[in-house]
């Protein structure tokens, strides 16, 4: 008998989460535009990756047409065991004209929170997940100081509309990768790379989120409301003396600059957790020693020490992201277990978490990598919008079930878990 035994805090939400852009299908905006440009298909031919994965892999047309299918997805959802499920909204087509706000695009939102809860699932939704109106983006998007307003516009409709239905609120997602992706590397619309841009992007974005808390306390005092932000474990390599002083500055800028400059205006904290970045006498030093289809490095362990890191805030964490790429469907049970049982070891140090949301729930297009990456529980077949939930979607449904991890799910699915080292933190 195995009697390994994991529990987690009762009321814990155990779930997925998703966005409008990468799975519903249908849409217009400044990133479907983009999409579909010339200067994006030369780009996709000159670098081969046309060729390697087809000009459809890189436009989201009708992606995974959860629009149409959601009732199917959050049926799903609720078979896989899950309590909660972050979706997001398209500001695109609640506001597809400045000033002009669609109703039955409204309605439709209403209804997928109203589903939700029907099933037990309580809704998480995000305003603003990346892509903007097209008549925005020509106003200049998040770099036009007129963009505060304009999305507190957007806020107080969606948030008045919605507010019998939701309670929690993700103002924004990433938005210090946003600003860095699209204003300073320049790999996504509009493609700038100006460090000017980039500052004024984020301090918009600041403005933004804490001019939409507050249109969001007077419409409703009980909502939660927080961002979902993008921390990075950043290991200074041997403690030394120069890696520490890098590791200072880096997670001043990465993982506290934004959550510190809107502290007064969050409930909670969304934490999304992907990268660990060893710092030896320079950046991103990782072992690699286990990567997922993307190159990504897979460093479960990292998340108990971002966790840790943002104990100092004093606020509810809901880990609103975490997941890989993983056709295959190899690693994704062992990860999600390793994450999970640092997850555990952090709330037993008295970091208070709340909840785990995994990237994602069904596969879908990953931004300018296109679909071929596969993060879903689900897997979907895009010649037919066909759903087939993968085996650790099932092993993740027994976790969400059990409240925790337990010697029975090992020892079921132990040729899964074990396929690679696990942490000391044993079975
Ligand atoms: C996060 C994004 C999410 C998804 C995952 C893989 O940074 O928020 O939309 O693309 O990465």
């Known amino acids: 008998m195995n009697t390994f035994n994991l529990k987690f805090p009762d009321d814990f939400f155990w779930g997925a989460a998703t966005s409008s852009h990468q799975i519903e299908g249908d849409k217009h905006n400044d990133w479907t535009e983009w999409e579909k440009s010339e200067k994006r298909f030369s780009h996709l031919r000159s670098t081969g990756l046309a060729e390697q994965y087809g000009l459809d892999n890189f436009v989201s047309g009708k992606a995974c047409n959860h629009y149409k299918l959601f009732h199917e997805d959050f049926n799903l959802a609720k078979e896989l065991g899950h309590n909660v499920l972050r979706f997001s909204i398209a500001w695109s087509r609640i506001e597809p004209e400045e000033g002009v706000f669609d109703q039955k695009e409204i309605d439709h939102y209403k209804e997928k929170a109203r589903k939700l809860r029907e099933l037990g699932i309580e809704p998480f939704v995000t305003l603003w997940h990346w892509p903007i109106p097209v008549w925005l983006r020509d106003k200049g998007g998040w770099q036009s100081g007129k963009v505060i307003n304009y999305f507190s516009r957007y806020t107080e409709k969606v948030v008045a509309s919605l507010k019998d239905e939701v309670q929690f609120w993700i103002t924004l997602n990433e938005a210090e990768l946003y600003a860095n992706n699209s204003y300073l590397s320049g790999i996504w619309p509009p493609q700038k790379k100006n460090l000017i841009s980039y500052l004024l992007v984020t301090r918009n974005l600041i403005k933004a989120h804490r001019k939409a808390f507050k249109i969001i306390k007077k419409i409703n005092p009980i909502a939660q409301i927080g961002v979902a932000t993008n921390?990075?474990?950043?290991?200074?390599?041997?403690?030394?003396?120069?890696?520490?002083?890098?590791?200072?500055?880096?997670?001043?800028?990465?993982?506290?600059?934004?959550?510190?400059?809107?502290?007064?205006?969050?409930?909670?904290?969304?934490?999304?957790?992907?990268?660990?970045?060893?710092?030896?006498?320079?950046?991103?030093?990782?072992?690699?020693?286990?990567?997922?289809?993307?190159?990504?490095?897979?460093?479960?362990?990292?998340?108990?020490?971002?966790?840790?890191?943002?104990k100092k805030y004093n606020k509810p964490i809901y880990i609103t992201e975490n997941g890989l790429a993983d056709a295959k469907d190899e690693k994704r049970a062992w990860y999600i277990f390793e994450t999970l049982k640092h997850v555990h070891k952090a709330i037993d140090e008295g970091v208070d978490v709340r909840g785990y949301l995994h990237w994602s729930l069904m596969d879908n297009f990953e931004w300018e990598k296109g679909f071929w990456p596969r993060f879903g529980l689900v897997e979907i077949d895009y010649k037919n919008c066909e759903r087939k939930a993968r085996t650790s979607a099932y092993f993740y449904k027994d976790i969400c079930l059990a409240n925790g991890l337990t010697g029975d799910m090992i020892n079921k699915y132990n040729d899964l878990i074990f396929r690679f080292p696990v942490s000391k933190i044993l079975p």
């Open 231 to 310: 921390n990075v474990y950043i290991e200074a390599y041997k403690n030394r003396a120069v890696n520490l002083l890098l590791k200072k500055f880096a997670d001043w800028w990465v993982n506290f600059y934004f959550l510190n400059r809107i502290n007064d205006c969050q409930d909670f904290i969304g934490l999304n957790y992907y990268f660990h970045n060893r710092i030896n006498y320079g950046f991103n030093r990782n072992e690699n020693a286990i990567v997922s289809d993307i190159g990504w490095e897979l460093y479960p362990e990292g998340m108990y020490f971002v966790l840790k890191d943002l």
